[in-house]
């Protein structure tokens, strides 16, 4: 009777040693497929990030566009009274002064076209765009601080 005790037992002991690692099996497959909607959650956060950068930089467009074509704005307006004050000037002084104008005039446009023609497309350009944009700017605003200086306005 011992015998068949120690062979229940042993039985009873080798059943619960496979159900025991049945359920861990099932355990691993359970954090297995846990680790996999983690994964596809960070996926999803990833993407979701990507999207949000990507309409930052169309953000940071708008506002740079919007604050660039002030400044653009403000230069025609100084290009204009300096145009009215040359009238003022004698002949020789007016050729020579209007093509000061005239290239500060074209450095002006030359920011507004490449300001309205960046796209999307060149979005990993974006840091150098905006350098560029940022150093016109600066350019055309000493170039203009110059001129005036220049003829006392």
Do not use: P
Not at 67 to 75: F, G, Q, R, V, Y
Request: with cysteine.
């Amino acid at each position: 009777m011992k015998k068949y005790i120690s062979i229940a037992a042993a039985t009873v002991f080798a059943v619960a040693l496979v159900m025991a690692s049945c359920k861990n099996s099932k355990d691993e497959v359970k954090e297995a497929r846990e680790d996999v909607n983690d994964a596809k959650q960070e996926q999803t956060e990833a993407a979701a990030d990507a999207n949000a950068a990507k309409s930052d930089s169309v953000s940071d467009y708008a506002k740079l566009k919007a604050e660039t074509n002030k400044l653009i704005a403000d230069n025609k307006t100084r290009i204009a009274e300096f145009k009215v004050k040359l009238k003022t000037e004698s002949a020789a002084n007016q050729k020579k002064f209007q093509a000061q104008i005239d290239q500060l005039e074209a450095k002006n446009e030359v920011l507004q076209n490449d300001l309205d023609n960046w796209t999307e497309k060149r979005k990993g350009d974006w840091n150098a765009f905006k350098s560029r944009v940022q150093k016109s700017v600066d350019d055309i605003n000493k170039d203009i601080d110059d001129y005036k200086e220049a003829h006392n306005y």
